[in-house]
């Protein structure tokens, strides 16, 4: 799970999202720009410049580790969470297919194996840094963090289903993907209920 980004005002309604510019890029920026807001591509390298200069009033990065390696915490004072846009990192491996058709079964597997391998550690990698980084950023930065209202979510949820639904109807690759996605969530709902959101719940009973 990302976090919802940093920004230069408390956000307390979708109104507060009028107006300003985010580096926020892909599906999530046209989220955004359906919600008032202005989204702006800008390289990693460009951002931090960028928002302490007030060029970009918002952005999104990664999560804590990532964030505070970039010095975020020094431009914007308001950090908000959850990431609505990019509810979790993926490691893609493209391989042209001739040439993977060209490997033996044997080289397939060495391959198949490392990628899953590295995904796997990403995300473990991913998850143990965030909480030191998280701890750092409230202990030592004094940063405060805060919850995206239930409204603004609701909203930001509705415009996610518009943009996904425009683009499913302009692109038959992406309809396919979307649907099939769906349909796992709609499945793993039933699971889930049952085993992390009931463990949640259990531990805050306590």
Same mark, same amino acid.
């Given at each position: 799970m990302q976090m !919802? !980004? &940093?920004f230069n005002k408390k956000i307390e309604s979708v109104d507060d999202l009028k107006g300003l510019k985010m580096r926020i890029p892909g599906l999530g920026g046209k989220v955004f720009a359906k919600a008032g807001g202005t989204p702006v591509l800008l390289a990693g390298g460009e951002i931090y410049t960028a928002l302490d200069r007030g060029t970009i009033d918002a952005t999104e990065w990664v999560g804590p580790y990532h964030d505070e390696r970039l010095g975020l915490y020094r431009a914007a004072k308001f950090y908000y969470y959850p990431g609505w846009h990019e509810p979790g990192p993926v490691l893609e491996l493209i391989l042209n297919k001739k040439a993977w058709e060209s490997l033996s079964?044997?080289?397939q597997k060495i391959i198949e194996t490392a990628a899953a391998s590295s995904n796997i &550690?990403?995300? $473990?990698?991913?998850?143990? /840094? /965030?909480l030191a980084a998280l701890k750092k950023l409230k202990e030592e930065h004094n940063v405060q963090v805060y919850a995206f209202p239930d409204d603004v979510l609701k909203a930001l949820s509705g415009y996610t289903k518009e943009v996904l639904d425009e683009e499913s109807a302009k692109d038959a690759d992406f309809k396919r993907v979307y649907e099939a996605y769906q349909a796992f969530v709609a499945d793993n709902d039933s699971w889930n209920v049952l085993s992390e959101a009931a463990y949640q /719940?259990?531990? $805050?009973?306590?």
């Open positions: !919802g !980004g &940093w079964p044997d080289l &550690w990403m995300l $473990s990698q991913f998850e143990a /840094n /965030n /719940n259990a531990r $805050s009973l306590h």
